[in-house]
């Protein structure tokens, strides 16, 4: 209730705000090198590329709070993607569909946590073993070939716009940020998250049910997964066998970019959202720039390296 | 007069802003024991940190032999014949009895492990400590907790140290190991040891030690010599005021019966029966892995029964998880604050209100949270500046209160207490023993687990005693002494 | 309607056709990947022509990812380019990048793979097809119409993998020879490598191996060394590695590609474009058998 | 000191010896079902085959085991392979040319312990920033090109036979294993790569100096991608940009099959050439049995899940 701020606070405030810092940096330095950086076609432009990335980021904040981590994002965007596609292209409407590819995604996303909690099995493992189990089912599903989608009504959920302005996806990854923001800090799931990434024992001997809730967290990144899968296949205009590879590592570095510590327990949603955002700017701005995309890589490495050492816990 | 062996002066030490040691002084002479005391967070590991090479301190000198000497790293303490238990336990799990006790020291030949050598002395060591009866090729998380600490100690005799330190080395350990403990601080001191030890058990310091220094808030009060010295005159150096007394009177009379555990059986614990009435608290006392945890863990559906049966106001309990238990009406303080009890990276709040958050279907109510946390804060004295300050800033004491209070917001109908005032200060104790008495009076059933004798003949009713899993003995707390307790325990009758 | 202003904001901007706002005009090159010497030789080959007709080029790479593709073409479009030359990663995927781009007024010219679903200015190519039926004949010639066969297949779901794999299968069924294993090495020589072993040590009766690329026809060369079986290895891309290997007769033949020539007519259009000069729709560029001279 | 087993000795040997007795079934299942199996020759292609991911598990198995991971390896062996070829087509000598590859291998490595132990950046993300940074660097030095290797007495590294029968991979790959075995349970180096993984804090009040163990650990895993770079290079007569890819799951899987936990301070080396022979045993395995490669990923997923669940730990 009181507005002051102990020195400890303080320290934590700022390593929080370190991304914020690093990011308004960033527009800074683009804004001046590049005329075409600050426009508003061009931010809109960035956020609706982010979006895929933060949805997908959002959920696996969730994941690493815990203290879990989950690798099967892209594999389960790819395959939810395909049965989506597949689903309108045997012929069925959009709705279900979609719908449909989300349960997927969900389910999915608890069997991760089913093998978690009560497989006791590492999550890094355990999704490692998910990530090659779903992209052979995913291969074996479309054959290797891409799976083209013609409904135009859902071509318009990663194609289309509000006010003939905002792109749809942005509205998207906005209410998924809303959403989640609140299921983590305003509701009982959510502080049960922070608590088993910090103590897990400690949780499980103060009632927390271990099982169920590891079941709603992974089952939350699949969810949120399959959502990005369908908003990329949308955009795409077709599904993907391959889609969504290598997106695991990018939704971990925005999410610890964010500054939500790897070991659990420690973390924010808008810091994640920080995080999706210095990486999608960054990509930008080097293009923007037209810097050789062999020393974009160089660059990107190098700022994840600077950001994380700025951001160290002692 | 003896030989000065370290001379500690003015040292400071600050984490960031925080000021833990602010110009203390310290002397150890060959050939004694001398007490480090000062309440929770008073800064007595730091100060044996810096001496050991774990912390540099920021300013101030130590001399060993009357030479000044910098050390930096464990090795260095180490060449100046300085050894260290340390307040937690700091063992390989992994790796076995000898590994661990050579860790950081292995012998070689050729830049090779010489297992023979080490498996060898490893056996002297053990033995020196009256741990024969271990195999130094077990791996140590086979072990208790109290083993365990036998093993620690192991490791710093073996150094044949000049100086050792030992920070709270009983805080695990049960009267049997206790005494072996004791018998061996005397043959050292005997051969011109100089030993430090840090603890907050008063009988211990009373017992042992030949000379007592103090720290309060990081700095230096004083030394004091044992011989002559009044309890209530430590009491006032470390807290600043003196104590109404140790253990506050029992008021409570206990009422109908609560609960009723009828021969349960289940991993080390063999057939225990034995009833709890409201109001009452009924002391659990036993050696070192005599089953009391275990006991404690059958009833908050931790571990399963084989056998018997729980009953609660009448009702079978079946719980087989903490969160059937709580619901059942149980709440359990465990023995290990740190790795059970609390989440260190979340507030006061976070933590109080973790087994039950007020929320409206399922989400949070923010102001029945602050009014509860704010509520307890003030029952049981937590003394912190903010409950959203992390529970890993508050001193030992604060957080047991803090772990204390979690249960308290449940309203528990029993409460298991295992090892309650574990490492925590005298004053600490007082006020932990406080709310032990007020629960009971508001007619909580209380099962007391603890190690500490004094604390369980002055606050139980009654007191089960435990050997090898069995129940020994349930005596009347009234007339019951130290030898009566202690029989039982070790399995007489 | 999917009218979007991150697409008209420049269009408005920009001159009609699309010229940059000042100067020099500039030309987006968007890669599917550069980790294959094919596509370097073809940005090489759309440098030299940029350096020549004084335009200025700039190229991204979206590592095979269409998301990442899709992406780099907003950005070219955010920076106003004047003519985007796609290289699509793959052809179903791009289409809406293909139409935001038109809605900016920027042509996009399609460069080695096409894109199905949207009109492009112009498509730039080899027959695929055709290069996969010239293998065939190949082989028929060198084999007399008998044998077994092993293919290597590129990236799963790229149209080069699929018209390769049209053209060569439909040819061979033409014939007395078989195609008794297939599989995807992904274009990539280290998978060739260890996909040829396999298969290898699965079909011991084999008289020749078709990769469809040279960087996976030369990992087959490799599970082939050490080997004193004479197998036949026919590669796809005429690249500097895979010319060698022919020549020395490691490769049996390779169906050269002229991707400096794809690069080079790639810009070469857009300039004619940027000039409002007429373009045609579809250029095929020739494809020729390389074999041991 | 003692033959005796006491039962939960007898149940961590079961648990041990569950990946030997995995790859005993799955040797007599493949004799059964392809004739084309049990040959001499089929046997030592796989052990050439499994030879480059053992390397990278060996070194993979001392950063797990010290509690870290090392997800740079892929790139490490990329990188390294690069400078190595293009040092020899520079014209430089192979004894050079190699002495340099692994030079720098292990000088990166360092670098991943460096970041990990003084700039106490988490294991996971400091690799992950050396990824990208490394595969950046591979491609700006290469041009996205392979760089061909002409010298015949280098591509006898990773060709090569011995006595016209051993390939030379496997060679190494048993001389590697010998040293590293002796390294991690007869040194007090291993001793305290165990140690620091079962209780840093710990290790470190012994004595045990942490910093320089990590610049050792990831070192040695540097040093040992680097060593199957240069056999990769060899083998394909080329350096290829992208080489590596996806090596470091694989290193992963190996080593966790093999069960050693990915908590560290538990685990063995001969689990670490187990598990890699398993994931190379079942690849050969699918292709004899001519499975389709898309069902093959959808059976290697499953494998590696029953495999982690049946060894996992309580
Ligand atoms: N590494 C550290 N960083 C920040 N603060 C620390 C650190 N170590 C100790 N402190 C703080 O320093 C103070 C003194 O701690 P110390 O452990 O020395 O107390 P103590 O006297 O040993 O207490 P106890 O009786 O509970 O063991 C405490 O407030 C503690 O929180
Ligand atoms: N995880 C475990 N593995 C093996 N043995 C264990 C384990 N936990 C407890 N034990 C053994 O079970 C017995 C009972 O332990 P328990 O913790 O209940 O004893 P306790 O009376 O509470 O003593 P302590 O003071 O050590 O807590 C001990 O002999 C102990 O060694
Ligand atoms: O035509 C190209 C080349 O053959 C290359 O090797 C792979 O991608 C295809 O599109
Ligand atoms: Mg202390
Ligand atoms: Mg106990």
Same mark, same amino acid.
Request: zero cysteines.
């Given at each position: 209730m009181t507005l002051q701020l102990n020195w400890s606070q303080a320290k934590a405030l700022f390593q929080r705000l370190g991304s914020v810092i690093g990011l308004l940096l960033l527009f800074i330095v683009l804004s001046v090198l590049s005329p075409d950086f600050l426009t508003t076609g061009n931010l809109l432009t960035v956020l609706r590329q982010v979006s895929i990335n933060a949805l997908i980021a959002f959920g696996m904040t969730f994941v690493i709070l815990s203290g879990g981590i989950d690798l099967s994002v892209g594999a389960i965007l790819a395959f939810t993607g395909a049965i989506t596609a597949g689903l309108m292209a045997a012929g069925h409407g959009m709705v279900l569909s979609v719908g449909a590819g989300l349960g997927l995604g969900l389910v999915l996303g608890m069997v991760n946590g089913a093998l978690v909690s009560w497989g006791k099995v590492a999550p890094f493992i355990a999704t490692l073993g998910t990530v090659t189990l779903l992209r052979g089912l995913t291969l074996s599903y479309t054959q290797g070939s891409p799976i083209p989608v013609t409904n135009p009504g859902f071509a318009m959920l990663g194609g289309g716009y509000i006010a003939n302005l905002i792109p749809l996806p942005v509205i998207w990854m906005a209410v998924a940020f809303i959403l989640c923001g609140f299921l983590l800090r305003g509701t009982v799931f959510g502080r049960h998250v922070v608590a088993i990434g910090g103590n897990e024992e400690a949780a499980r001997l103060s009632g927390v049910r271990i099982s169920p809730m590891k079941l709603g967290i992974y089952g939350l990144s699949g969810l949120l997964s399959a959502f990005a899968g369908v908003v990329l296949t949308s955009r795409l205009y077709s599904a993907q066998a391959t889609a969504g590879a290598g997106y695991e590592l990018d939704a971990i570095a925005a999410v610890v970019l964010g500054g939500t510590s790897l070991a659990g327990g420690r973390g924010w949603l808008f810091g994640t959202l920080i995080g999706a955002l210095l990486i999608g700017f960054l990509n930008n701005g080097l293009n923007l720039l037209g810097v050789s995309s062999f020393y974009q890589q160089v660059v990107k490495g190098i700022v994840i390296l600077i950001a994380v050492l700025l951001d160290r816990r002692q | 007069m003896a030989a000065q062996l370290v001379n500690m002066h003015d040292i400071h030490k600050a984490f960031g802003p925080v000021? &833990? #040691? =602010?110009?203390v002084d310290f002397e150890l002479v060959a050939g004694e024991v001398h007490a480090l005391m000062g309440e929770n967070g008073a800064g007595k590991s730091t100060l044996m940190k810096t001496l050991t090479g774990i912390y540099a301190p920021d300013s101030g000198t130590i001399q060993v032999d009357g030479k000044p000497v910098s050390i930096t790293t464990p090795a260095d303490a180490e060449k100046y014949g300085i050894a260290i238990i340390h307040q937690e336990l700091n063992l390989i799990p992994a790796l076995s009895i000898a590994d661990n006790l050579f860790l950081g020291r292995e012998i070689q030949r050729f830049g090779l492990l010489d297992r023979k050598a080490m498996t060898k002395k490893a056996m002297e060591w053990l033995a020196q400590v009256g741990m024969e009866r271990l195999d130094p090729d077990t791996r140590v998380e086979r072990l208790s907790v109290g083993t365990q600490q036998m093993v620690e100690i192991a490791r710093a005799l073996g150094q044949n140290a000049r100086v050792l330190i030992m920070d709270e080395p009983t805080a695990a350990l049960t009267e049997h190991e206790t005494t072996t403990l004791f018998k061996l601080i005397r043959a050292l001191r005997e051969k011109g040891t100089g030993i430090v030890y840090v603890s907050h058990r008063m009988e211990e310091i009373f017992a042992l030690c030949d000379r007592i220094s103090i720290l309060r808030d990081g700095k230096f009060v004083g030394t004091r010599p044992v011989p002559g010295l009044a309890f209530d005159e430590v009491v006032k150096m470390m807290v600043g005021r003196t104590l109404e007394a140790r253990f506050p009177t029992r008021t409570s009379t206990p009422g109908k019966v609560r609960l009723q555990v009828e021969h349960i059986s289940g991993g080390m614990v063999k057939d225990v029966s034995f009833d709890l009435r409201s109001g009452e608290v009924l002391g659990v006392a036993g050696l070192l892995g005599a089953g009391r945890t275990e006991l404690a863990r059958l009833l908050f559906g931790l571990d399963k029964p084989s056998e018997g049966r729980v009953l609660l106001d009448g009702e079978v309990v079946t719980a087989t998880n903490p969160n059937q238990a709580i619901h059942a009406g149980f709440g359990f303080l465990t023995e290990d604050r740190k790795a059970q009890g609390l989440v260190l990276d979340l507030s006061l709040r976070e933590n109080i209100s973790l +087994? *039950? &958050? +007020?929320?409206h279907i399922g989400l949070v109510d923010r102001g029945g949270e602050k009014t509860q946390t704010k509520g307890l804060i003030e029952a049981l004295k937590i *003394?912190? *500046?903010?409950? =959203? #300050?992390? &529970?890993?800033? #508050?001193s030992g004491g604060n957080q047991q209160k803090v772990v204390l209070a979690k249960w308290l917001a449940l309203k528990p109908r029993v409460l298991i207490l295992d090892e309650p005032t574990r490492g925590v200060d005298v004053g600490g104790k007082a006020e932990i023993y406080h709310i032990i008495n007020q629960l009971a009076e508001q007619g909580v059933a209380i099962l007391m687990i603890s190690s500490e004798l004094p604390e369980v003949l002055a606050m139980s009713d009654r007191i089960l005693v435990m050997h090898e899993g069995h129940a020994t003995a349930l005596l009347e707390a009234h007339g019951a002494t130290q030898e009566t307790v202690m029989t039982a325990a070790t399995g007489g009758h | 309607s999917q009218q979007g202003p991150g697409e008209s904001a420049p269009a408005a901007a920009s001159t009609a056709g699309g010229a940059a706002a000042s100067g020099t005009p500039v030309i987006g090159l968007a890669l599917s990947t550069q980790n294959n010497p094919f596509f370097v030789e073809l940005k090489d080959g759309a440098q030299k022509a940029a350096k020549d007709a004084g335009v200025q080029l700039v190229v991204v790479d979206a590592q095979d990812d269409p998301a990442r593709q899709i992406s780099s073409v907003e950005d070219l479009i955010q920076k106003r380019v004047s003519v985007i030359l796609l290289n699509p990663t793959d052809s179903s995927a791009l289409a809406g990048a293909v139409q935001s781009a038109q809605r900016a007024n920027i042509p996009v010219i399609t460069l080695d793979r096409g894109v199905d679903g949207a009109e492009v200015a112009s498509h730039i190519a080899s027959d695929n097809i055709a290069g996969g039926k010239m293998a065939a004949d190949f082989l028929a010639k060198e084999l007399n119409g008998k044998g077994n066969i092993i293919e290597l297949q590129g990236v799963a779901g790229t149209s080069a993998a699929r018209e390769r794999g049209k053209g060569f299968d439909d040819q061979i069924a033409t014939t007395g020879m078989k195609v008794v294993a297939q599989q995807p090495a992904n274009f990539d020589r280290a998978q060739g490598l260890s996909v040829s072993e396999n298969l290898l040590q699965g079909n011991n009766d084999v008289q020749a191996i078709f990769a469809q690329n040279d960087e996976m026809a030369l990992g087959a060369v490799q599970a082939l060394a050490g080997k004193n079986k004479k197998i036949l290895v026919v590669g796809f891309d005429g690249t500097p590695d895979g010319k060698t290997a022919v020549q020395s007769g490691a490769m049996a033949a390779t169906v050269a590609q002229q991707p400096e020539e794809i690069g080079k007519l790639g810009v070469e259009t857009a300039k004619k474009l940027i000039d409002k000069q007429p373009v045609d729709k579809s250029i095929a560029v020739p494809l020729k058998l390389l074999t041991k001279q």
């Open positions: - | 000021k &833990v #040691l =602010e110009g +087994p *039950r &958050v +007020p929320a *003394r912190t *500046r903010d409950m =959203e #300050l992390n &529970v890993s800033a #508050l | -």
